[in-house]
């Protein structure tokens, strides 16, 4: 167990010291993943930056996510999913429209702020608290490859074998701390898994700015 996202960012950062020579971004999921992120920015002396996405839950069920979107239209859908949960696609557009809502209106005051970081031909490390169906993970790496990286590394503290092996032929690496066989949810592995405000989000990519500066507009 984790004491909480700083201790999860240090352990992280540990295994990844090894991309240390390939001049990553380390791009963070918000807002939990970015405190972890932050860390591992810290610890590696890269540039820091947001990575936005929603989950699309199933109605009802919003625990479970059928799907997810990112920046510039990005759209990844759990087919199986939605056909087992008799999701139809009235419901399923209705989702996507109102967490496309919030995705930009949270994209547009974090840009505002923190122009979106050149990632063409760039190697990136995208990191989040931890994975569970791994819909959103999967988002951001599709969100990446469309900004331009060249290599797409995913890092978690904890996630379940079962995603990991997925992502594994999505993204060109996946590396986790942790991956218990009984995993059932990403908190049960933090001492304190306090939800992240969007002022903490900000505080974070503020003290991280100095030096990157290799930014364009969103």
Not at 2 to 25: C, K, Q, T, V
Not at 40 to 67: F, N
Not at 85 to 102: C, G, I, M, N, Y
Not at 158 to 180: H, K, N
């Amino acid at each position: 167990m984790f004491r909480d996202r700083l201790d999860a960012g240090r352990s992280l950062a540990e295994r990844l010291d090894r991309y240390r020579d390939r001049a990553p971004i380390v791009l963070a999921l918000p807002r939990g993943g970015v405190p972890v992120a932050a860390e591992v920015s810290r610890r590696l002396g890269t540039p820091l930056d947001v990575i936005v996405v929603r989950k699309l839950g199933v109605p009802g069920h919003e625990e479970l996510a059928m799907g997810a979107i990112g920046e510039d239209g990005a759209r990844v859908l759990n087919e199986r999913l939605i056909q087992s949960a008799r999701v139809p696609s009235s419901a399923l557009d209705a989702v996507e429209r109102r967490e496309r809502v919030v995705l930009e209106e949270r994209s547009r005051s974090l840009r505002a702020r923190h122009p979106r970081l050149d990632l063409e031909n760039r190697f990136v490390i995208l990191v989040d608290d931890g994975l569970a169906t791994g819909a959103t993970a999967r988002a951001a790496i599709t969100v990446a490859r469309q900004h331009g990286a060249s290599t797409v590394v995913l890092a978690v503290p904890v996630g379940p074998p079962s995603a990991i092996t997925e992502l594994e032929s999505v993204a060109d690496a996946v590396v986790a701390v942790e991956a218990p066989s009984d995993f059932m949810a990403v908190g049960q592995w933090y001492a304190d898994f306090s939800p992240v405000d969007d002022d903490e989000v900000v505080r974070l990519l503020d003290a991280a700015a100095p030096g990157t500066t290799c930014a364009h507009p969103a």
